[in-house]
């Protein structure tokens, strides 16, 4: 293992992988503190770059990048009570309320720290986990890929939304787009109406481009003139007062890193909700829990350290199953798959040095967030005085010509056109958007295993239930289908062991 | 755009609906099992089911927020500004193979950046100078064929 660690920051000490990672960082930095630029929305733009690149810097790209803008997102959250990317939501009140306090510093220096703390121990337990698992996997057949991707499309719609019935509507279209094509079984064209550019599929990059950027600038068209109230900070000295303050919150930072890594490692649940959680769960336990929402330093502490911790974790089942944990590690598969490279447990085996290279790059770019996110905070008031007027056109550029280099293909900036609309008509009515891309990633796994097992066992669908994996897998997933009924049994069996 | 979750969740039974009628004539396999159609029908259904049940769920509780104004949408500037983003991009793919990257590009983000109030001289100067931008970094660097249409560069 030490040896491919060492071989790995030998690849990544080149000076064109350390540009690389220094550009990224900047880019995920700028994305996550200007309000309205998402960590995913800057993956999916990262694509059509990662296409010209080796698999190597490309997957540390979206690494740096993600680490970065997850972090930056805390930035605008302190100053003008905007959360910079959804992750940093949760405590974005308790941010501005201590920033009007005038703890402005202490909060910004609380922030990068527990980003970087947060992200190191995501990436320790990616190291660890994520071999390990790959051996478990290593023993998978079909039926047991079949059981694990419907694993992750339930939890998808179970953890992921307030509105189990929304997410479920979002992976179905995301599920139906990945149908269009030809099918696995007879080569049969669905959905193609007869146009040749959809018998290899919705193209997987322009779609998300559609959904994550398109969609973005359609929302921030209403708001793209205003100018925010800034909060002039001098941080002069952010690092005052954080090592006590994480001192006293020691406890706190362990918990929400493991709690963080475990979600990530969850299909489908990402940073944000990664934060949400940790938000809640600090809460329960506070001595103070009358703070939180006024000013709670604590909870920011907990949930900045999960969102990043996260980050990691998501890598977890994306490597190990090819199974994205959150948004942006979908992105990654699709960009693993246009390399032509099939995440699972053969990567390991495979292609080490690009596991260990995920590995280390979490690592660098961990480290490296203390002293850029320190300039970041410098220039924050600079960076959130570009005009958004002026991004937001700059970035439908971008969002064009991206979806065009895939193919070039005028026909897939038609698909990135139509998605737009699609995500930005789903957001507004609180369907969420993250499952239709796990959806269009899973799709193919499911009825590509379900049919392979079935063809193979001549329709034999006990084969499901009966190996032991399988059965164990499809257990888990039994379960989950049936999380909407927990409540009703609860409340039934509540009400029937109370005495009348 | 919030329209009612029942209306909403009545589009997705009527889409459900159609995909499901629209695998119909799908091939099977040898001795009757379902091939291509099985995974799409069954989406379908689910879909028809799902957005049965939003509609139950909005009606139930009376969700009839209709928070788009149709009548006054015209007079929407934040709606007239997503047309103007439409209308751009959809410009963009019909003419760009005609006047080229660099005449097309540079106009649809000028309009955009004029519509959003930015002042007409700034919007065309950083129209021009980004549009060259983009034009050099994905057509010279990365080596995309970006339609050239009547200029020669």
């Known amino acids: ?500 | 755009m919030k329209i009612s979750d029942a209306v909403v969740g009545a589009g997705f039974v009527a889409a459900g609906a159609l995909i499901f009628t629209g695998t119909l004539g799908y091939p099977t396999l040898e001795a009757g099992h379902p091939g291509p159609s099985l995974f799409p029908r069954i989406l379908g259904s689910l879909m028809a089911v799902f957005g049965g049940l939003l509609s139950l769920q909005g009606l139930r509780a009376r969700d009839v927020t209709d928070e788009v104004a149709w009548l006054r949408l015209h007079k929407n500037p934040a709606f007239i500004n997503a047309l103007v983003v439409l209308a751009g991009v959809l410009a963009y793919i019909f003419l760009v193979e005609h006047l080229g990257f660099l005449i097309m590009g540079a106009l649809v983000i000028f309009t955009l950046m004029w519509r959003l109030q930015v002042r007409p001289l700034k919007a065309a100067v950083v129209a021009i100078v980004f549009n060259a931008l983009v034009h050099f970094l994905f057509a010279k660097v990365l080596r995309v064929p970006l339609p050239l249409g009547i200029l020669w560069w």
Request: aromatic content about 10%.
């Open chain 1, 1 to 500: 293992m030490i040896e491919n660690i060492q071989a790995a920051l030998v690849m990544l000490t080149s000076w064109k992988l350390l540009l690389t990672i220094t550009l990224c960082s900047i880019f995920g930095l700028f994305v996550g503190a200007v309000p309205g630029l998402t960590a995913t929305m800057a993956a999916a733009l990262l694509v059509p770059f990662t296409f010209f690149m080796d698999p190597l810097p490309a997957l540390v790209s979206i690494v740096t990048m993600s680490a970065m803008a997850i972090f930056a997102g805390d930035i605008p959250a302190a100053l003008v009570r905007i959360p910079g990317t959804p992750s940093s939501a949760a405590y974005t009140d308790d941010s501005y309320e201590l920033t009007k306090q005038g703890k402005a510093e202490l909060v910004l220096g609380v922030d990068v720290i527990c980003s970087a703390i947060g992200g190191l121990m995501g990436a320790v337990i990616l190291m660890t986990a994520a071999p390990l698992l790959a051996e478990v996997a290593l023993t998978f057949t079909s039926f047991e890929y079949f059981w694990l991707a419907a694993l992750g499309l339930s939890a998808t719609v179970m953890i992921a939304s307030i509105s189990p019935l929304k997410a479920g509507l979002a992976l179905l279209v995301g599920l139906l787009f990945s149908t269009v094509g030809v099918d696995i079984t007879l080569g049969y064209p669905r959905f193609t109406f007869g146009i040749t550019e959809l018998l290899n599929g919705v193209d997987f990059i322009p779609a998300m481009i559609g959904l994550f950027g398109v969609s973005e600038i359609l929302r921030n068209m209403a708001s793209a003139h205003l100018k925010y109230p800034i909060t002039a900070v001098k941080a002069e000295n952010i690092f005052r007062g954080v090592a006590e303050t994480l001192w006293k919150y020691k406890a706190n930072m362990a918990r929400s890193g493991l709690l963080g890594t475990f979600i990530g490692v969850l299909p489908g649940a990402g940073a944000d909700i990664a934060a949400w959680i940790a938000y809640a769960v600090s809460r329960r336990f506070s001595k103070e829990p009358e703070k939180f929402g006024k000013g709670s330093i604590e909870s920011i502490v907990d949930a900045g350290t999960a969102n990043n911790s996260c980050l990691a974790g998501d890598w977890v089942p994306a490597l190990v199953f090819g199974i994205p944990g959150d948004s942006i590690t979908a992105i990654v598969i699709g960009v693993l798959y246009m390399k032509g490279l099939r995440p699972g447990p053969m990567i390991f085996q495979e292609q080490p040095q690009l596991v260990y290279a995920v590995y280390v790059s979490f690592i660098i770019a961990n480290i490296l967030m203390v002293p850029f996110g320190y300039l970041a905070i410098k220039v924050s008031s600079t960076m959130l005085r570009v005009p958004r007027n002026i991004l937001m056109s700059a970035i439908l550029m971008f969002c064009i010509v991206g979806s065009f280099a895939i193919n070039n293909s005028l026909f897939d900036v038609g698909i990135m056109l139509a998605m737009g609309i699609l995500g930005y008509f789903f957001e507004a009515n609180g369907i969420p958007v993250a499952p239709i891309v796990l959806g269009m990633v899973l799709g193919p796994i499911v009825e590509q295993n379900f049919m392979v097992s079935m063809i193979k066992t001549r329709w034999d669908l006990t084969q499901f239930f009966t190996r032991p994996t399988a059965a164990i897998l499809a257990v888990l997933a039994i379960l989950t289908w049936l999380a909407p009924v927990y409540p009703i049994l609860f409340r039934r069996f509540a009400r029937s062991a109370s005495p009348a």
